[in-house]
DNA sequence: ATGTCTGCAAAAGATTTGCAACCAG
DNA sequence: CTGGTTGCAAATCTTTTGCAGACAT
């Protein structure tokens, strides 16, 4: 499932004329089966794991790659190295664990629609936007 | 008028047994005066263009304590340098012109309420957050 | 007096880049 | 074949830190 997904967008990419070389390829596999938020030194460790040799700065470069064409969003938590999620997902923000650092990802259509007036009665159109919660864990 | 407001946080150092040196009397005056959102080394500029000498290696450390001491926040945008502002102002969120650089303020109290709610929801409670609108002037 | 702060220079951590060899299309 | 890619190592950029001397209280 994540592996035709990887195969889908190879063909995309080729389309936009980014050629698809064995890192590439391994890089779309491995963050298309990661359902987690991974920095671009876990995606290295990920893609040695499975089998395939890739420099930490092939995937700094490739991370920038994907990202222009749209496959993969970059995440930057406060003071953490950036991670990255497959963009394939339908819009989210984030909510952060600050005991855990466990990540999460929630919707809410009314805050999309009141930050899209804010900006729109200021006289500008949204390019993307950045929304984290930093939470605990409620005691009671 | 934030030449006072300088003097009276330091006061309120002292009391928390916080030392006020030449260096950060200087610092607090050149954020007290700052109505922007300068970065480490613009407060160091700052600091020198009004006679003090200050290492960098002390902006950043002295910018710590402040923060810790809830005197300033720090503002982490996009791939830049982080930025600080006085925490003396009600609570607001920013808008940055991805073509001008310029960062704009801006609050709503309805997705405030939101977010706390999503929070809520999910047994958690807000530490803090982070809203940031990326945007462009709009063209008609 | 004394424990906190500072400056300096070196270190650290994340990310970027120059260049020659390599390989996808 | 040939220009886009890669690996390596060095460079960059921001921020942090060890240490010895300086200073606020």
Do not use: C
């Not at 997904?5 to 063909?11: P, Y």
């Not at 938020?37 to 089998?51: N, T």
């Not at 970059?74 to 819009?91: I, S, V, Y």
Request: no cysteine; net charge negative.
């Amino acid at each position: 499932m994540s592996e035709e997904r990887a195969t889908q967008l190879e063909q995309a990419l080729r389309a936009a004329g980014v050629r698809v070389t064995r890192q590439r390829a391994a890089l779309l596999r491995v963050i298309a089966a990661s359902d987690d938020h991974p920095d671009a030194a876990e995606l290295h460790a990920r893609a040695e794991k499975a089998g395939v040799g890739v420099s930490l700065a092939t995937v700094y470069r490739t991370l920038t790659t994907l990202q222009a064409q749209g496959v993969i969003e970059k995440l930057e938590f406060q003071g953490e190295p950036a991670r990255w999620e497959a963009a394939d997902q339908t819009h989210h923000d984030h909510m952060i664990d600050l005991d855990t650092g466990e990540v999460m990802e929630f919707t809410n259509e009314r805050i999309e629609r009141l930050q899209a007036e804010i900006a729109a009665e200021m006289g500008y159109d949204i390019v993307h936007h950045r929304l984290e919660l930093y939470v605990r864990r409620r005691r009671d």
